[in-house]
């Protein structure tokens, strides 16, 4: 891991969606993290720097029943496309 401050992001499929999930699970998964990371790098891009982002996608929460969310561990700043941090 990179010693730079960080936050703990949580992104939550809505609930209405579970059926879809549960017929088509490996598109509704995948598409949930490539979505989660495009927001992420467009919030970076806006402000001039490249983002990193750690996630693990759940499909259960903490009760065992179907909550599909993604949790993930995004830096505070990133890389200039200089290459310096910011």
Excluded: C, E
């Excluded at 949580?10 to 579970?18: D, G, I, S, W």
């Amino acid at each position: 891991m990179l010693q730079v401050p960080y936050v703990h992001v949580v992104f939550t499929l809505p609930h209405q969606l579970n059926g879809l999930a549960r017929m088509n699970p490996s598109q509704i998964y995948s598409a949930l993290m490539r979505v989660s990371w495009k927001l992420i790098r467009h919030i970076g891009h806006a402000h001039h720097y490249m983002p990193g982002m750690s996630s693990v996608l759940h499909t259960f929460g903490s009760d065992m029943k179907y909550h599909i969310h993604l949790h993930a561990l995004v830096t505070f700043g990133g890389l200039s496309s200089q290459g310096d941090w910011i």
